[in-house]
C-alpha cells in the first residue's frame, strides 16, 4: 500500500530521493529547538481561522444603524465592518469561536517568535552561515506585529479605533515626510475616506500573509538546507557532524504532536477565556474614548515609549522637526530592530569571527553577548511595564506621574546594572565549571 | 381602654414625640459634630484653611450649605465620608455608621439650607444606556465601568455602586467627577445610564472567562502565563533537556 | 453470503485480531532501528484516539445544537480536547511507541568549486561585450527608472503632496453648536462643573476635526483669551494634539483648596490641558495646547463659533505650525 503511493509519486515527480534524504533528516534534540515550530503552528492556525472568518466579514465602513442580536447596541450607529464582527460573535454558529481561536492565535504566535528570537539569540544561534535566516526571522516579526495591529483594529471598534489614531499620529510624527505618508495611507486625514478600509482589509488577509508565508518558506528552506544547529552535549557533537533524531520516525511524532499540543490550547482558549469582546466596546466614533485604552501585547513597548516620552515638539521657528510621538512609536522601535538586525555582523567584526558556527554556545559561553542582550531586554521591558503604570496605580495606590518619573531614570540605568550583573554572572559560573 | 388612660397615653405621646424627634435631631447633630464638623464647620459653612482638629488631622472641607440629602446619602453610604484626611482621595470603604445613624446624619446636613432630596431612578433603557455612558462616563470610567486613571485620582468601578449611588454621582460629581444636572441629562436619560450601569455588572460574556473586562492588559497576561507557558511545558515534554 | 461473512470476518480480524510483526520483504539490511513493543502503550494510544473520537463527535452534536448556552465554551472544550487528546497521543507515540534513534550527519559546507564554476560562466558569457560598465549602467537606469514608474501609481493612494487637507475643520464663523442628538446649544444650558460634547451643526461628525468639548468656569478664572470665552464658556477641538485620541476626560474641583484645578484629559497618555489657559498642556506628552474655538452667543442664546480655531486640529506634523486653521 505504502509502495503504491510512493511509486505514483515518484513516477509523476521524481521527488523519491528527496524523500529518502528527508526521512532521515536529522533534528537535534532540545526543547528550546521547538519554540520556532510552535510559531509555526500558531501561523498555520491563524490562516485557517482567518480564511473562514474572510467569509463573512465586511471590510466596508459605510453606516448604519444596528438592530440585530445585540440588544445593548441597539439603534446605536456603527460601521457595516464593526456589525458584522458583532454578526460573526453573535449569529454565526461557532463564529465567536474562530474569531477568538483567531486572536488567541495571533497573541500567541508573537510571543512564540519572541521566545524563539530569545533562544536563537542567546545561544548564538543567528551566526554565520544562518545570519540570513535570522534577517528573514525578524523580517516576520516586524510583519507579524503589523499583521496583528491590521486585524483587530479591522473589527473598528473604540478600543482599536483608538489605537488607529495614534498609529496615524505616529506615522504623521515622521519628520519632514510624516504627514504625505499618513495622507498616502489613509488618503486624506483621519479617519481617511471609505478606501482605508479595504485597503487595511487586504494589506491583513493578502499583502502580509503572503509576505509572512514567503519569508517563513524561505527561513524554513534555509533552516534545513544548512542543518539545525546543536549544543555540545558529547564527543560526538561537533562544527562538522549534526547528531539528532531523524525525521521518520523520531521526530514526526513530536512535531505532529506540538502541532496538536498548539490547536488544542489555541481552541481551549478560544471558547473559554473571552478575548476582544467588543460589543462591550462598542463601536468607535472619532469623538469617543474609553479609558485604560491598550494595544494588544506585542505593542505595549510602544505605548510605554509614548507615555514616557515628556512632552515637547523638537521645533525650528515654525518647522516642526519631529513631533513628539516621533521618538517613541517610530525611533524607539527603528533602535531595537536595527539593533537587532545588524547584530550578526556587528559580532563578527568586534570578535574577528568569520567562521561557520554550528554548533550552539550556551548564554554562559558568551558572557558579552547575554550581558547586552539581557540589558536590551531590560530596557525594552521596562518601557513595556512602564505602559501598565495606569493600572498600578489603580491597583496599587502608587502614583501615576511619579511612576512616569522613576521609569524614566530607571530604563537608563536598570539596563546598565543588569549588563555588568549578568557578565559577572557568566563569568562566575562558567569560572565555577572550569574548578570542578 | 378606660378613658382617662387613653388620655393620659396621648398627652404622653405628645409630649414625648418632640422629644423624641428633638433626640433623634440632637442624635443627628451629635454624630455630625463628632464626625464632619471638624472639616465641614458646625453648621456646615466648611473650614477654608487647615484648623486643627479634635482628631489630630487638619481640618479643611467644602460646605454642606445646599447639599441636600442627595449628597450626604451617598457621601455616607458609599463611606467615601467620614474622610480622615482632606487630602486624601474619597474611595469607597466600610461604612461604620448604623443606618439609624446615616439616616440621622442625612437630615442633619438636609438641614443646613433646601438642598436636593434623594433621587429614585426607575427602569431605564440599557441601549440608549450605552450611547449615553460612553458619551458622558466611558472616557474616566471605562467603556464597561470598570474604572481607570485621571491625572491626579482613581477613577472607581462601578460594579458596588447602586442604583441611587450612581443617579446621586451623576448629579452631584463628587470629588474630581464633573456633575450632570437636569439639564445636561434629563431625568429619563438619567434612568437609561442606571439601566446600562447595572448592565454592565452582568454584562454578556458569551465568549467565556472575561478577565476582568480590561481589555488586552489580562489578555497579554493570559498570553504569557497561561498559554506561552502551557506551550513551553509542552515544549519540554516533547524535546529533551540540556544536561549541563 | 460467503463474501459478507468474509468481509465481517476480515474485520473482525483487523479490529480484535492479535497484532504481530510484518514479515520483511526481503533480508534487506534494517535502517530504522529495532525496538521492543510496548502493548501497555499502545493501549494507551488507542484509548485516547477513542476519547478523542468522543471529543470530535461531542463538537459536532454541540454545534449542531440550537439555543444551547455557553455554546462557544462547550465547542472550544469539544474540540480542545479532542485536540489535546491527539496531541497526548501523539506524544505517547513519540516516546514510547516509536525508536528514539539518534544518527549523524555532516553539516553542509559551502562549494567553493561551483561557486568558482558560476562566476566563470557568468564571466565568460560577457565576452562579446566591449563596454560593460556603459551597458550596466544604462541597463540599470533604465531599469531603475522603470521600477519607479511602476510605483509611480502607489501615490494614487492618497493625498500625498497635498497636506492643505489637514489644516481644513468643518467650523467656521457663525457655526451652531450642537450635541449627540443634533439639538443646537444654549448658552444658558451650559453650567460650570460639567463638560459638553459638541459638533458643527450640518457637518459629518466622524471628522476629525469636528467633535469639540465645552465646558464653563467663572469668568474671573480664564487667564487666556477671554474674548473667546461668553460668560466663561470655553470650547476645545476634542482630539489630542499628541495622538489624535479623544479627550474625554473632564476633571473638576468639589474642593478648590486641596483639590487640582479643572482639566481636560485625554485617556491614552494621560496629556493634561488647562480650559482656563487656552488649552496649554499641565501634563503629559502632548507638545502642542489642545485648539481652542471661539465662541459668541447669538440673538436667541444658541451658542456659535465666532471664528475657526486657534491651531491645526489633531496630532502634530511637519507642518503644524507653518499654517492656520482654516474652515
Known sequence: MIRRIVRFLDQRSGTAPLLRKTLRYVFPDHWSFLLGEVALYCFVLLVLTGVYLTFFFDDSVARMTYHGSYAPLDGATMTHAYASVLHISFDVKAGLLIRQTHHWAANVFVAAIVLHLLRIFFTGAFRKPRDLTYLLGLGMLMLALLEGYAGYSLADDLLSGMGLAIGYSVAMSIPFVGANLANL?????????????????????????????????????????????????????????????????????????????????????????????????????????????????????????????????????????????????????????????????????????????????????????TAI???????????????????????????????????????????????????????????????? | MRPVVRLVTALALLLLLPAAAAAKDGRGAALYAANCASCHGLNGQGVATPTPGANGVDGQGPPLRGVGARAADFYLRTGYMPLANPHDQPSRKHVVFTEAEIRALVKSVASFGNGPPIPTPHPGSVSAGQRLFTDHCAGCHQAVAQGGYVTGARVPPLTDATDRQIAEAVRIGPYLMPRFSTKAITPKQLNDIVAYVDYTKHPDDRGGWPIGHLGPWPEGAVTWLLAAAALVAVCTLLGRRLRA | MTRLKDWVTAGLVLVVGRGGAPKPKQEAPRIVAAGTPDRHAENVVILLFLLATIAGAAFIVVYALDRLSHQTQWLGLAIGAAFALLALASTVIAHRLVVTEEITEDYPEESPAAQDEIEQIVEESGSRFTRKRLVTVAGVGALGTIGAALLAPAASLGPILHTGELYRTPWRRGRRLVDEGGRALTADEIEEGTFYTAYPEGADRELIAAPIVVVRLPLAEIRERKEWAPRGIVAYSKICTHAGCAVALYRKPTFAAVEPRPALVCPCHYSTFDPAAGGAVLFGPAGRPLPQLPLSVDRTGHLRAAGTFSGPVGPSWWGVRMGKARS
Open chain 1, 185 to 369: 495611507i489613509w488618503d486624506g486625514p483621519f479617519p481617511g475616506s471609505s478606501s482605508f478600509w479595504p485597503r487595511l482589509f487586504i494589506v491583513h488577509v493578502l499583502v502580509l500573509p503572503v509576505l509572512i508565508g514567503g519569508l517563513l518558506a524561505a527561513h524554513l528552506v534555509l533552516v534545513a538546507s544548512r542543518h539545525h544547529t546543536q549544543f555540545k552535549r558529547s564527543a560526538r557533537e561537533s562544527e562538522r557532524r549534526v547528531v539528532g533524531i531523524p525525521a521518520f520516525p523520531g521526530q514526526a511524532p513530536r512535531s505532529i504532536g506540538l502541532m496538536l499540543w498548539v490547536f488544542a490550547v489555541l481552541f481551549l482558549l478560544g471558547g473559554l477565556v473571552q478575548i476582544n469582546p467588543v460589543w462591550l466596546w462598542g463601536p468607535y466614533h472619532v469623538g469617543d474614548a474609553t479609558n485604560g485604552a491598550q494595544p494588544d501585547w506585542y505593542l505595549g513597548w510602544l505605548i510605554g515609549a509614548l507615555r514616557l516620552v515628556p512632552g515637547f515638539d523638537l521645533t525650528i521657528g515654525h518647522y516642526t522637526l519631529v513631533p513628539n510621538p516621533f521618538w517613541g512609536g517610530v525611533l524607539f522601535p527603528a533602535l531595537v530592530f536595527g539593533v537587532l538586525l545588524v547584530w550578526p555582523w556587528l559580532e563578527r567584526r568586534v570578535a574577528g569571527d568569520d567562521a561557520f558556527h554550528n554548533l550552539l554556545e550556551r548564554p554562559r559561553d558568551n558572557p558579552w553577548r
Open chain 1, 373 to 436: 542582550g539581557v540589558a536590551i531586554v531590560t530596557w525594552v521591558f521596562l518601557i513595556f511595564v512602564s505602559g501598565s503604570a495606569d493600572r498600578v496605580d489603580v491597583l496599587f495606590g502608587l502614583d501615576y506621574a511619579t511612576q512616569i518619573w522613576v521609569y524614566r531614570v530607571a530604563v537608563w540605568v536598570v539596563p546598565l546594572v543588569a549588563l555588568f550583573v549578568t557578565k559577572r554572572v557568566c563569568d562566575e559560573l562558567v569560572a565555577g565549571e572550569r574548578r570542578d
